[in-house]
C-alpha cells in the first residue's frame, strides 16, 4: 500500500538503514568480509564459552523459550536504559503484552512477525535477537546480551554470526540490521539504505522544537561514528543516573 504520510514535506536524515545479501550462501557472504579471520575469531570466543557450559545457539522453537528470551531481553533492556538515565519505554503499559501476541501468533507462520533467537552456555541465556522475516528478508528489531563474566567473549557477535549462517541455510535472501549507525554493522553490510525525516510543525514552538531535535539527532549521529567520545558520552549518561538515583534516597 501507498504510504500515507509519503506527502509530507522531508528532508535527508542523519542516520541511515544497514543490510547485505545472502545470496551464495554463507561462505561467499564471509569471502566477501575477511570470513577467514573472523571465523577463527569466533571459534576462538566460542572455546572460550564452553569452558564454562554446554554452548546452544539457534533460533527458538518453543513458546516457552520464546517467553523466556523475550524476558531476558527486556530485564537487559531495563538494566541497560537505567545505567544511561534514560526512561524504559519497554516498561509501559501494554508494551511486553504487545510483543508477546507478535511472538505468539508467529508460531506457525513461515514468515514470522517475530521470532527469537538465542545463545545460551550451560543452559543459561546470554544473548539474544529478535527479528521478523518479509519476503525472504531478515529485519533485525533488537539484539542484547548479559553484562556478566561471559561478556568479554563477545556472546552478541557469536550469536549474530550464527544466525546469519542459519538464514543462508534457511534460503533467506537479505539480513537487515536496522537503522542508526554501529561499528558491527559496518563489518557485515554494504548496502546503505538513505533515509528521510519528516516533521510538521504546528506551532512556533513546535518549530524550534524541531530545529532542537535536529540539531541534537546530528550531534548523536557524528558522536557514534567516533568511538572515543561515543564511549566517553555513555559513561557521563550513566555517572548521571548513578548520582541522581543516589540523590533521590
Avoid at 12 to 17: K, N, V
Avoid at 217 to 227: E, S, V
Wanted: glycine content about 8%; proline content about 3%.
Amino acid at each position: 500500500m501507498a504510504q500515507p504520510l509519503a506527502a509530507l514535506s522531508r528532508s535527508p536524515s542523519h542516520t541511515e538503514g544497514y543490510s547485505f545479501a545472502l545470496a551464495g550462501g554463507f561462505a561467499a557472504v564471509l569471502q566477501k568480509r575477511n570470513g577467514g579471520s573472523r571465523q577463527r575469531k569466533i571459534q576462538s570466543k566460542e572455546r572460550k564459552m564452553r569452558e564454562a557450559g554446554v554452548l546452544e545457539y539457534g533460533t527458538v522453537r518453543s513458546l516457552e523459550r520464546g517467553n523466556a528470551a523475550l524476558d531476558f531481553f527486556f530485564e537487559q533492556k531495563a538494566l541497560r536504559l537505567a545505567e544511561q538515565g534514560q526512561l524504559n519505554s519497554f516498561g509501559a503499559p501494554g508494551v511486553t503484552d504487545f510483543f508477546r501476541d507478535l511472538l505468539d501468533r508467529s508460531r506457525h507462520m513461515s514468515e514470522p512477525l517475530l521470532e527469537m533467537a538465542e545463545l545460551r552456555v550451560g543452559g543459561k541465556i546470554c544473548a539474544v535477537i529478535g527479528s521478523a522475516i518479509h519476503r525472504k528478508r531478515v529485519n533485525v528489531y533488537f539484539m542484547t546480551f548479559a553484562r556478566d563474566e561471559l561478556a568479554p567473549q563477545s556472546p552478541g557477535q557469536v550469536l549474530t554470526f550464527r544466525q546469519i549462517a542459519e538464514c543462508c541455510e534457511r534460503g533467506m535472501a537479505a539480513y537487515d540490521l536496522g537503522v542508526g549507525f554501529e561499528d558491527f554493522k559496518t563489518h557485515w553490510c554494504d548496502v546503505i539504505h538513505e533515509l528521510d525525516d519528516a516533521y510538521v510543525p504546528l506551532t512556533s514552538r513546535g518549530k524550534a522544537a524541531i530545529a532542537a531535535i535536529q540539531l541534537g539527532r546530528a550531534a548523536t549521529d557524528q558522536l557514534r561514528r567516533n568511538p572515543f567520545l561515543w564511549q566517553r558520552l555513555k559513561w557521563l549518561r550513566a555517572y548521571l543516573a548513578r548520582h541522581a538515583v543516589a540523590g533521590n534516597r
